[in-house]
């Protein structure tokens, strides 16, 4: 793919795309006439609703903050701490397709909404442009006219800085509504758990379990988390005779020993690897299958958390985030009515040493923990090997 793209930028030399060593920017004007109707549509209306953006941009800052330093105290004093914050990379930290969509959704009308608000507002916009890493579209932009821009009053400047992160919670709140509306008890109570894949040689295998199936129970107990399910097998010992409900049916044997490798317990082994998300039953299936269903909640799912994850770290104060100059036009603006220039200075400066001195120590935080468990998992992995 990678080379596919700088074959094409080398020889074809499309407007708009620059290639540098292990990046790619494409930039193009295709879009402004779509969104100067969309913006010229209703100036009031879209007035209100990025207005409405400052409070929660406001709101999402402080939220921000607070989820950093929480998190981090609340895992500094954990006996078992884990990372606080991760990258989101699809096919490594999260499922690829689902995330690449996801991803692509998220930067899609977080930069259409920062063009129609600058539309909306009488400030120009050159072009829109997607950012590439390799071939990985790893983010877009809007290049507004920079004159245009900085003639702008403070007030609509604070309404384009808002309108990327307001776009992201009302797609993370679209998204997790029609989750809602099709599947039961979504997000809170799922209904089953799903398998991933199993294990040779153990009671899976011989039951027939695939990957795909749902554990809706084992024996009378309801296991419709994995902390469920691991409290039902808690007590458990090799021999003991289960049934496991699942959307395949009843299937009933004798629960097996843990094999090496796979840690160091005596309570019984069923032999499954478990997905992450947990299944919700829908409202109505619509002549659709129970993966089928499950592969919409994964989409679903992922589509609300990064809009609302993204909306959220937007807003911190921190260079190269629309956070930052969010916060120095508010001050700027502040200013002008009065606010002295230490007190100004010192509120912006403050938020960026917190917010920056917060994020670094997160990600320290992090990757020690990382580390730490990698060292684990080759020293269980040694002991395994041994004890086999």
């Not at 909306?120 to 821009?149: C, H, N, Q």
Request: some cysteine; charged content about 10%.
């Amino acid at each position: 793919m990678t080379a596919a793209l700088w074959l094409i930028g080398y020889y074809k030399k499309p407007n708009g795309l620059k290639l540098g060593f292990g990046y790619a920017i494409y930039a193009s004007t295709a879009l402004n006439n779509l969104i100067d109707k969309i913006a010229e549509a209703s100036k009031r209306a879209w007035k209100v609703w990025f207005t409405s953006g400052w409070f929660v941009f406001g709101i999402a800052a402080a939220v921000a903050i607070y989820i950093l330093g929480g998190d981090l105290f609340k895992e500094l004093s954990s006996i078992a701490p884990v990372a606080t914050v991760m990258p989101v990379v699809p096919g490594l930290t999260i499922p690829l397709a689902p995330g690449l969509l996801a991803l692509a959704v998220t930067v899609i009308v977080h930069e259409l909404s920062h063009a129609i608000a600058a539309r909306s507002g009488g400030v120009k916009v050159k072009r829109l442009g997607l950012i590439f890493i390799l071939a990985l579209p790893i983010g877009a932009f809007t290049e507004p006219d920079e004159t245009s821009f900085n003639a702008a009053p403070h007030k609509t400047k604070l309404r384009i800085l808002a309108a990327g992160s307001l776009a992201n919670f009302a797609t993370a709140g679209l998204a997790v509504g029609l989750l809602s509306v099709f599947l039961l008890g979504y997000p809170s109570t799922p209904s089953a758990v799903v398998v991933q894949g199993i294990i040779p040689h153990t009671l899976a295998s011989s039951l027939g379990v695939k990957g795909g199936y749902l554990i809706y129970a084992i024996n009378n107990t309801r296991t419709n988390t994995l902390t469920a399910l691991s409290s039902a097998l808690a007590s458990s010992r090799p021999g003991q005779l289960v049934t496991l409900v699942t959307n395949h049916g009843n299937l009933t044997g004798r629960l097996g020993a843990v094999p090496p490798g796979y840690g160091d317990s005596d309570k019984g082994f069923i032999g499954i690897y478990l997905n992450s998300m947990p299944f919700f039953a829908p409202r109505f299936y619509l002549g659709l299958s129970a993966p089928a269903w499950l592969q919409i909640e994964v989409y679903g799912f992922w589509i609300w958390f990064i809009n609302l994850n993204v909306g959220i770290f937007n807003a911190l104060p921190i260079p190269m985030l629309d956070g930052d100059q969010f916060f120095k036009e508010l001050v700027a603006m502040l200013k002008e009515k009065g606010l002295s220039l230490p007190i100004g200075n010192g509120l912006v400066y403050g938020l960026e040493a917190i917010s920056i001195g917060l994020l670094f120590a997160n990600l320290i935080f992090s990757l020690s923990v990382l580390l730490r468990n990698a060292n684990s998992l080759r020293c269980v992995r040694k002991t395994s090997r041994i004890f086999r």
